[in-house]
């Protein structure tokens, strides 16, 4: 099965991106109709009404980028138990790999669940996704069992996390890891 690399973490849904974009296309529109309206007379007064709009530009700046975070999946407090295991086929322990940087072809193997694409807080003991650290940071999720990463010549650990489909882990946590080194 061959697995997609994607960013995790920061990326964002299709509904945030597009919240997010809706809402600094109104920023920018407002702040170009306050400039635009800097002489109007409000109530015998000028500048009112370009001071109402660029007010309403700015708190639509800042909803841009509160209200997207609040639209993401949420990690449920309680978690799931899971039957599945995870190991690591490829890289193989102490195993050493030359390049610099190296191509690591990660390979796993999956028993008892199943990777899939989506993201939901209807959390199920056999669906998820496989975290990938590198050295102790997040890589990649992968949404199959095959992946590449690329490494500096270095000693390295890679420590994978199959975790539900929120995201989170499940109790007791899935995970396998292994140690490789890297030389020019």
């Known amino acids: 099965m061959r697995g997609v690399v994607l960013a995790d973490g920061i990326g964002q849904t299709l509904a945030q991106k597009g919240v997010q974009t809706l809402l600094l296309l109104g920023c920018l529109g407002l702040a170009w109709a306050a400039i635009r309206v800097r002489d109007v007379r409000v109530f015998g007064r000028p500048r009112y009404a370009s001071r109402a709009l660029a007010l309403l530009a700015t708190a639509a ?17 309680v978690r799931p138990s899971t039957p599945a295991s995870i190991t690591i086929l490829y890289p193989r322990p102490q195993q050493v790999l030359k390049g610099d940087p190296a191509t690591v072809r990660i390979r796993l193997r999956l028993a008892g669940a199943r990777v899939v694409s989506y993201t939901s807080a209807h ?4 669906r998820g996704h496989i975290h990938l650290y590198l050295d102790g940071t997040i890589v990649a999720t992968t949404y199959g069992t095959s992946t590449t990463v690329y490494a500096y010549p ?20 899935v995970t396998a890891s292994v140690g490789f080194t890297v030389v020019p």
Do not use: C, E, Q, Y
């Open 154 to 173: 270095a000693r390295h650990r890679i420590t994978v996390h199959f975790v539900a489909v929120d995201h989170g882990p499940f109790s007791p946590p």
């Open 61 to 77: 700046l800042v909803l841009a980028f509160v209200v997207p975070s609040r639209l993401g999946t949420k990690i449920a407090s």
């Open 123 to 126: 959390l199920v003991p056999d």
